[in-house]
């Protein structure tokens, strides 16, 4: 089975995540990247409002990108498109193409609402990264509330660049710690009301942030 995986990022990271997904193919499974950074910014379609306005006015940067997408499918006989880090595929487009389309959901379920509900008619799958969605539901009831029959709980892992595959659990929770907490991750608004409660439940204890880009 071929399957193209498209994603975001930029610098570093995109070297190392275009080099490990090839590397994830094996005799069953052929992996192909597709890195949108090279198109268009996420920052111009962090909802689905603003990818809209972007696909009505037919954005040359979006056209290529769209145009670069069927390219890779056709020539590589695809038979599966998995969409992460922000979507930037207008529902529309994503009609004319005979692929299975996947929905990786990594932002909820602060984002349910900008880039995933609003485009779960254009796919026929959805992995979430966070389990939980309000009081009143989870998320896999929330998708199939939506009308998303196929939603599986998908956690976010690590590629091998991001960890050391020679430490155990053993050797890695009995080493010693300078620091007791450590945060790492983007610099979003929406995180710093959580991540100072936590400060402050943590107040006799060493806290460190790490911020991504």
């Not at 071929?2 to 930029?10: D, M």
């Not at 932002?107 to 254009?122: F, G, K, Q």
């Not at 991750?185 to 995180?191: E, I, M």
């Not at 409660?197 to 006799?204: D, L, M, V």
């Amino acid at each position: 089975m071929n399957i193209v995986y498209s994603f975001n990022k930029k610098g570093y990271e995109a070297q190392h995540w275009e080099r490990e997904i090839h590397l994830a193919s094996n005799e069953e499974f052929t992996f192909i990247p597709f890195n949108t950074q090279y198109y268009l910014s996420p920052n111009l379609y962090l909802d689905a409002w603003h990818l809209d306005r972007l696909y009505q006015a037919k954005d040359p940067r979006l056209m290529r990108m769209y145009a670069a997408l069927e390219s890779v499918i056709r020539e590589h006989d695809m038979q599966v498109l998995i969409v992460t880090n922000c979507p930037p595929y207008h529902p529309d487009f994503l009609k004319r193409l005979s692929v299975y389309k996947v929905l990786y959901s990594g932002d909820d379920p602060d984002a349910t609402y900008r880039r995933n509900i609003p485009y779960l008619h254009a796919y026929q799958h959805v992995f979430y990264c966070d389990p939980v969605y309000s009081p009143d539901m989870n998320m896999n009831e929330k998708m199939r509330y939506c009308g998303m029959l196929n939603a599986d709980w998908l956690p976010l892992g690590v590629f091998d660049f991001e960890m050391d595959n020679f430490q155990t659990e053993q050797t890695l929770f009995t080493h010693e710690r300078d620091i007791d907490i450590l945060y790492i991750g983007s610099f979003f608004r929406q995180k710093l009301n959580a991540l100072a409660k936590s400060r402050k439940c943590f107040a006799n204890v060493l806290v460190s942030t790490v911020f991504s880009a």
